[in-house]
Structures are given as C-alpha cells and as structure tokens.
C-alpha cells in the first residue's frame, strides 16, 4: 500500500514570495491533516479536512494560508506571503473515517526555507 | 484546550540497554486516547504505541510498552532492549473521543533518543 506522498521535499524562498505544497493521501483515507512542525517544536495543527470540507482551521493564519482540498482526495496548502517565522516542516497525514484511535499516517514533509 | 509536556529534551542510552521516556498531559476530558510516535532522521513520523484512556491494561506492542496512569496524567514509554533502530525523535501525542469521526493530535515538544552501539 502506498503511504502519503507530498512535495516538494524542499523549498527555499525569500520573504513576501508564495509558495504551494501538494499532499496525496492513502486512498480511501477521508481525514486529511495538514501539521507544521517548527525546528524543536512538535507538530502543530494547521488544517484538518474530512473529506471535501474544512473540520478544524483554528489555527491556520488566514491571512496568508489557505487550503483545498479537491475531490477529497490530494490535497495543497499555499502560503502568500511567506514570512520567516513561516520557515518549517510541513508534515501531511491522513486517516480512515470511523470512531476510535485512529492511526495518522505522515507523509514525509515539506521543508520550507523563507530567507 | 489540551497540553503534552515532555520534560526530557535529549536521552541518550546504550545499545540493549532499557529507557524509559516521560510525558505528562493536562486535559479536562474524560475520554481520550494517547500515542507515542517516533520520528527518524529521514522525517516520516510513524506510531509506535497507542492507549485509550477507558482501558486499565498498560499497552504493549513488543519491546515498547507504556505506563499510564490516569489520575496522575502521565503516559511514560519504556523500550526494551533498545537497536540502534530506536534512534529518533520521539513525540508524545493526546487525541479527543469522538465517536466517529477524527480528531487532531496534539503533540509534546519530543524527546531525542540516542542508542549508543
């Protein structure tokens, strides 16, 4: 079984410039997650879709991320304008839909660079 | 809003030796589940051990087992004769109970383990 594929593995990018990240989760996994993970720091929620819509964006900043995720199944989350506090792993993960502790599977991540 | 506190930053421990990591949480729910999850050098995080709270019995999942206890909120991970494998970051996490339906993890700051050959 395939797991979660992202990309890219890398990007590095100046200040006030936008960048995309692609995530494809594990077919048939209808709960997509997007995590930030800041050097030192565990991964924090950015987004989590169930299917086509939005389930928790609390702590996306709206101002300059956003999220889709088409036909519920890939996934992309775009950051315009980039700051250097933006500067992060960006972890994708999916799961199945139904009750109990689920497992999250994690793509490999997105290492973003805003100089 | 709930919290994961990993107090040990960095451990360290020889080969086929035994370790125990510490993870406290604090959460005004009753129902929940806990996870460790290991994240190697290559990045890709991936679940070591689960608890859901209901259960009395201490989880185990071959050489990794864990402690958990309620009252206390803490949820220690041990690992047994340790490989060089074990070498990663390891990262506690807390999910809700929904009845159906996902929840967000959320996660301590982790602890990086080193086995030394």
């Known amino acids: 079984e395939a797991g979660v594929a992202q990309s890219p593995r890398y990007k590095i990018i100046e200040k006030r410039q936008s960048v995309a990240f692609w995530c494809n989760p594990i077919?048939?996994?209808?709960?997509l997650y997007w995590y930030q993970q800041i050097l030192g720091q565990g991964p924090k929620l950015l987004i989590q879709?169930?299917?086509?819509?939005?389930?928790?964006d609390s702590q996306l900043p709206k101002d300059r991320f956003s999220a889709e995720r088409l036909k519920g199944v890939d996934s992309t989350l775009k950051i315009q304008p980039a700051k250097l506090e933006d500067s992060a792993v960006y972890l994708c993960?999916?799961?199945?839909?139904?009750?109990?502790?689920?497992?999250?599977?994690f793509g490999p991540g997105t290492r973003l660079t805003v100089l | 809003a709930q919290t994961v506190t990993q107090s040990q930053p960095e451990m360290s421990v020889q080969e086929a030796e035994t370790v125990t990591l510490s993870c406290t949480y604090d959460?005004?729910?009753?129902?929940?589940?806990l996870f460790w999850y290991k994240q190697p050098p290559s990045r890709q995080m991936i679940l070591v051990i689960r608890?859901?709270?209901?259960?009395?019995q201490n989880a185990t999942e071959n050489r990794f087992s864990v402690n958990f206890q309620k009252a206390a909120k803490s949820f220690s991970l041990k690992i047994s004769d340790s490989q060089l494998g074990d070498t990663a970051m390891y990262f506690c996490?807390?999910?809700?109970?929904?009845?159906?339906?996902?929840?967000?993890?959320?996660f301590g700051t982790g602890t990086r383990l080193t086995i030394i050959p």
């Open positions: 996490a807390f999910m809700k109970q929904k009845s159906f339906g996902n929840e967000k993890l959320t």
């Open positions: 993960a999916s799961s199945l839909e139904r009750g109990g502790p689920n497992e999250q599977f």
């Open positions: 077919s048939g996994h209808a709960t």
């Open positions: 608890q859901e709270a209901y259960k009395q």
């Open positions: 959460t005004s729910e009753n129902n929940y589940y």
């Open positions: 879709f169930q299917n086509n819509g939005v389930v928790d």
